[in-house]
């Protein structure tokens, strides 16, 4: 189920994902846009998921379904194994690790800290927040990103 909070972390990762993606491909305004609507789509799979952790499948084979173009990415979302990011995929997980559960701006340090605090140092939550944020900011992009999220955490 979707809660208030989710629907503000929601409309908070689409807002940034939009300013990303202007920063990653300033002159390609259909990308921004794709971009927002992808933040906006993320998470809709919480809606129809039992286990929290299933969100991300869920939501992309319904979007599959519809013919979304970004569908995968929504399917490899918080996934830390994936080896190599779209674009689209880049900028959704900075969106997504720079953003609080309640929309809150973060650094991707506060997010780490931030799931600490939720599940635990030892979750699987704290542990793959870690690894998403190593792998975002050694990718060379993430450095398109300055003056946008805080790049030094």
């Known amino acids: ?9 929601i409309l908070a990762v689409a807002r940034r994902a939009r300013t990303l993606a202007e920063k ?3 002159n390609d305004g259909m990308f ?11 998470d809709f799979g919480y809606e129809f998921a039992e286990d929290p ?4 499948a869920i939501g992309a084979e319904i979007l599959k379904r519809q013919g979304y173009r970004y569908w995968k990415e929504v399917a490899d ?7 190599e990011a779209t674009d689209a995929l880049f900028v959704l997980s900075c969106a ?6 309640h929309g809150e701006s973060f650094t991707m340090q506060e997010r780490i800290d931030n799931m600490a605090e939720r599940y635990g140092r030892d979750s699987r939550h704290h542990k793959k927040a870690i690894i998403a944020a ?3 900011q050694a ?3 993430y450095q398109s990103f300055k003056g946008v999220i805080n790049t030094s955490v």
């Open 1 to 9: 189920m979707i809660t208030s909070s989710r629907w503000q972390h």
């Open 24 to 26: 990653l491909r300033p």
């Open 32 to 42: 921004a846009e794709d971009m927002f609507l992808l933040g906006m789509l993320h």
């Open 53 to 56: 952790g299933d969100h991300p």
């Open 77 to 83: 979302h918080g996934n830390v194994n994936v080896t």
């Open 96 to 101: 997504d690790m720079t953003t609080g559960p």
């Open 134 to 136: 190593e792998k975002l």
């Open 139 to 141: 990718d060379p992009r």
